[in-house]
């Protein structure tokens, strides 16, 4: 392998680095789709000793997601090429001696929302490609006569520019407060370092409030979005009309100080297109608060189980999309972040949507952190979950891992699929899952298909969604697949019902909401309501009795 011999990487560095699978390569996260050969979607280098440039070879890998090469000795500049691998959603070049301008096409792809590029401390990397000419070697002399008066102008115009920032700030207030706490030190009592971005892609400031700020923010907390386990949600208003949600703690609840900045602190270093960016917090004395971004369609609850009368049912296509983009946030939090999170409750309710319907995974409050380069699983005192979503194996060892968010998510792609609640009450009380077994297993998928959707969808992605649910509800977690796995899995069914007559994914032409929506039915997403101390029937079947009897893809006619 061309990159193997450039960086002379010594790890299982003998023939294909994904085969045998238990002696696949240490660097690199491979998947075993069937019927293909193995993929390689995450390449991990950090910290690996590489010299030179990065090599060109890297584009050569068209599925891989996750490309770490940071904290080595790289030089010169990021090959464009990069920007041309249409699975890549994460990559980090950050501390190494790159050089030149980032690339066009990385640029273009973070804006766009579909890469997360981490690229800090690279002393002589541009990120202004009009800064990054390189001049050609001139006298001593020469260079002083033109360096010395322009660093005099640049210092006149700071001076400047300071000052009327300060005159400014005097007039607005407090609003603009650091993120940065200005008497105690934010800590976190998660192993380990969670960096899960580089702060200088944050699209979003990350600021410290004060109380008078939530007050104002809030218009003195008049509308309610919310309440749960940690207090009232409020609605909010930033000074620049952003739209922010205000999560309050009451004096009711049982996080501590330490627990609350430990909180806030990862939030606030984790990013990621499908994960609902915390805005700032507020630590002023006996008042404790996040601030969130605003999603103005609310939980994917509503749109299932039609709660609220405002939200549209949603099509077999949006309900794809939702899924993939959920998995893709849970993807992240498992792999995207070190060490990797474990969310423990994922749920229809902590998924929420924006105007333009794309998902959001929500309340990570709950998330745990854990080192998988010791072990794959964080212990635990107490269950956290809700009845119908929790992992079985979790619940009985008091061990959740990634697993277990795999779990809780099939059962929100039931939910999706069918919609009903994860937890049925007739005829007789029962799980989605055995529910979705039982019927799956006589090979009828539109028994279990929701009839909102008024049979507008392709019978063979349903099918692959339903063999997806099949095989991540093992009771064994070492049976089940990972998020990556899912992802895959979720992108073939896309790409089958577009091959269908799907509609362009794509493009989010979509239903983009009303404006008229009850606020107070909303938000539960930011709330950890019946999340602790959950006790859930174990009645989920062993899988492979039932994948002998149901067909990955359907044999009959398309529903349209």
């Not at 089958?496 to 909303?522: C, M, Q, T, V």
Request: aromatic share 6%; with cysteine.
């Amino acid at each position: 392998m061309a990159i193997k011999a450039k960086y002379q990487v010594k790890k299982n560095c003998m023939g294909d680095p994904c085969v045998p699978k238990t002696m696949a390569a240490t660097s690199v996260t491979c998947s075993y789709p069937p019927d293909s050969p193995p993929r390689i979607t995450s390449v991990n280098l950090s910290s690996s000793g590489l010299n030179g440039d990065i090599s060109p070879s890297f584009v050569n890998l068209k599925t891989v997601q996750y490309l770490d090469l940071s904290n080595n000795n790289l030089t010169g500049s990021i090959p464009d090429g990069l920007s041309q691998l249409p699975s890549l959603t994460f990559l980090d070049v950050s501390g190494n001696r790159l050089n030149g301008s980032i690339p066009s096409g990385l640029l273009k792809r973070i804006r766009d929302d579909s890469l997360d590029l981490r690229y800090g401390n690279n002393p002589n990397l541009c990120t202004n490609a009009n800064s990054c000419q390189i001049p050609a070697k001139r006298n001593n002399k020469l260079a002083i006569y033109i360096v010395v008066p322009a660093v005099l102008i640049a210092v006149i115009v700071s001076v400047t520019l300071l000052l009327i920032c300060l005159l400014k700030r005097k007039k607005q207030g407090s609003m603009n407060n650091s993120i940065t706490p200005r008497n105690e030190t934010m800590t976190t009592n998660a192993p380990g370092n969670n960096v899960c971005t580089d702060s200088s892609l944050q699209r979003l400031e990350n600021r410290r409030f004060t109380y008078k700020d939530l007050e104002k923010i809030t218009n003195n907390f008049q509308r309610v979005l919310g309440r749960g386990g940690f207090g009232y949600v409020y609605d909010g208003f930033l000074e620049d009309g952003t739209q922010v949600a205000v999560k309050l703690r009451s004096h009711s609840s049982h996080q501590g100080v330490k627990e609350f900045l430990a909180e806030a602190q990862i939030l606030t270093q984790i990013h990621h297109k499908n994960l609902v960016s915390m805005i700032g917090y507020c630590k002023d004395g006996e008042y404790m608060a996040l601030v969130y971004e605003y999603m103005s369609e609310g939980t994917l609850q509503e749109h299932i189980d039609g709660s609220n009368c405002n939200t549209p049912h949603l099509s077999w296509t949006e309900r794809l999309r939702i899924a993939l983009e959920s998995a893709q946030g849970l993807e992240y939090l498992h792999k995207g972040c070190n060490p990797p999170l474990i969310h423990r409750d994922v749920k229809a309710t902590n998924i929420l949507l924006n105007a333009r319907l794309e998902a959001r995974i929500a309340d990570f409050g709950l998330s745990r952190a854990f080192d998988d380069s010791n072990d794959t699983h964080v212990s635990t005192n107490t269950l956290v979950g809700t009845p119908g979503y929790v992992d079985p194996e979790y619940q009985a060892t008091m061990q959740p891992t990634t697993k277990s968010d795999v779990y809780s998510f099939i059962v929100v792609l039931l939910e999706l699929v069918t919609g009903k609640a994860a937890i049925l009450r007739e005829p007789v009380p029962m799980s989605i899952i055995q529910w979705a077994q039982e019927r799956l297993a006589q090979g009828n998928i539109e028994d279990v298909v929701d009839s909102q959707m008024l049979g507008d969808y392709d019978v063979n992605s349903v099918w692959k969604v339903a063999d997806i649910a099949l095989k991540c509800t093992s009771q064994m977690s070492t049976r089940r697949p990972t998020m990556t796995d899912v992802v895959m899995q979720l992108q073939e069914c896309i790409e089958l019902e577009k091959a269908h007559g799907g509609g362009d994914i794509a493009s989010h032409r979509f239903y983009s909401g009303s404006s008229s929506e009850n606020p107070n039915l909303r938000y539960d997403a930011y709330t950890t309501n019946q999340s602790t101390n959950v006790i859930q029937n174990n009645n989920t079947f062993e899988m492979e009795h039932y994948l002998k009897r149901v067909p990955t893809m359907a044999t009959g006619p398309s529903a349209r």
